[in-house]
């Protein structure tokens, strides 16, 4: 099975300057936990919930007047339409990460594809387990409960 296949298709490219609160909006109003930022035809970034919390509430920014740009993740990771799903769960398992843009052959962007995307096709359970067995490796830390 092909990427193709499972992915997101609808895809929403945001520009870099909108306020982490405009962009937290939008997450929330599609229920979306992830949208790719692109600048002059190009994609520059990538921003999740998690990195709007971590770099943006939890340093105390102005999410109503600092740009998506300060949080956003850049190097934006993808894959091609006309690969393997196999082959982008081991690249997602590869570099910590739960999604990748996904690219036609011209590197026109064509969607989004995650974990879950993944997921929802039987056959390729195993992949999945073993992507998201290496991304929480890679993020684990110890959590602390207070009380």
Known sequence: MHVID????KVVVIDPWMS???VAQRMRDGDIGCL???????LIGIVTDRDIVTRGLA???????????AVMSTGV???FEDQTIEEA????????VRRLAVLNRQKRLVGVVSLGDIAAMRDEAQD???????ISQHGK?????HA
């Open 59 to 69: 340093e105390v920014r102005n999410t109503a007047t600092t740009p998506v740009r």
């Open 20 to 22: 982490i609160l405009e």
């Open 141 to 145: 830390r110890e959590i602390q409960i």
């Open 6 to 9: 499972c992915m997101t298709k």
């Open 36 to 42: 790719l930022i692109g600048e002059n035809d190009r």
């Open 89 to 96: 769960a081991r690249s997602m398992a590869k570099n910590g």
């Open 77 to 79: 990771l993808y894959c």
């Open 128 to 134: 999945v387990a073993d992507a998201l067995s290496r």
